[in-house]
């Protein structure tokens, strides 16, 4: 009987032994998981960090870029004024300055005349 219970725990205490080391494997193996993890976790972290640092420097060039955009516009609204102000001054001009085609005839035949009159006075005061 103490040989069979001897025997009974001795196979007890090897097979605490066996669970002892299997535990001890699951515990190397659940650091080593948790090691990778946290691994893991600072790639992701540091990957984060630097889509959101791009991501803000994305917004700043997009604001510099909309406010060199807000100035052109600016510039560009005051080129039109100016030009629509030169071609107000320039239609003004031409209409102070115009003569109707009437007048021009009117004119060249008044110098006709006065050609006519001055070979004629010429022709005379030979």
């Given at each position: 009987l103490e040989s069979q219970l001897?025997?009974?725990?001795?196979?007890f205490d090897e097979k605490v032994s066996q669970i002892d080391?299997?535990?001890?494997?699951?515990?190397?193996?659940?650091?080593?998981l948790q090691e990778d993890l946290e691994i893991e976790q600072k790639k992701t972290?540091?990957?984060q960090q630097d889509a959101v640092q791009q991501l803000e420097?994305?917004?700043?060039k997009s604001a510099s870029l909309q406010?060199?955009?807000?100035?052109?516009?600016?510039?560009l609204e005051e080129e039109q004024k100016?030009?629509?102000?030169?071609q107000?001054?320039?239609?003004?001009?031409?209409e102070r300055d115009f003569v109707p085609r009437s007048s021009l005839q009117q004119i060249n035949e008044t110098n006709n005349s006065l050609i006519e009159e001055l070979k004629r006075q010429k022709d005379e005061a030979q």
């Open positions: 001897e025997s009974q725990r001795s196979a080391q299997l535990l001890e494997d699951e515990r190397n193996k659940s650091a080593s972290l540091s990957i420097d994305e917004r700043a406010e060199n955009l807000n100035q052109l516009q600016q510039l100016r030009s629509l102000s030169v107000e001054e320039t239609r003004l001009m031409i």
